[in-house]
Nanobody, 114 residues
Framework: QVQLVESGGGLVQPGGSLRVSCAASGMLFRVTDMAWHRQTPGKQRELVAVITSGGSTNYAASVKGRFAISRDNAKNTVYLQMNSLNPEDTAVYYC????????WGQGTQVTVSS
């Protein structure tokens, strides 16, 4: 059974940086494409970034140039480095398998506010 545990969220000032992590289990991680999504209340979950098993990446236009997705196959972990954060980035961030998500974890809250 796939299990995803996100961590590393918090409160950060506009212009600041934060890195969130996602520990995955119950899958053959090294051959699995992974993605980060985010969701704010009343809105649909938004795809933010994708990383393939081979390390290729893609980003939503809203975060391109500011966010960086990476993975550590030895630790079964995917990361999202977020720079130049602005209040519109405030959301609960989730990781999952791409393109067919498994059950969702609890997410990690990122709040960008002064």
């Amino acid at each position: 059974q796939v299990q995803l545990v996100e961590s590393g969220g918090g409160l950060v000032q506009p212009g600041g940086s934060l890195r969130v992590s996602c520990a995955a289990s119950g899958m053959l991680f090294r051959v699995t494409d992974m993605a980060w999504h985010r969701q704010t209340p009343g809105k649909q979950r938004e795809l933010v970034a994708v990383i393939t098993s081979g390390g290729s990446t893609n980003y939503a236009a809203s975060v391109k140039g500011r966010f960086a997705i990476s993975r550590d196959n030895a630790k079964n972990t995917v990361y999202l480095q977020m720079n130049s954060l602005n209040p519109e980035d405030t959301a609960v961030y989730y990781c999952n398998v791409y393109p067919y998500p498994s059950s969702w974890g609890q997410g990690t809250q990122v709040t960008v506010s002064s």
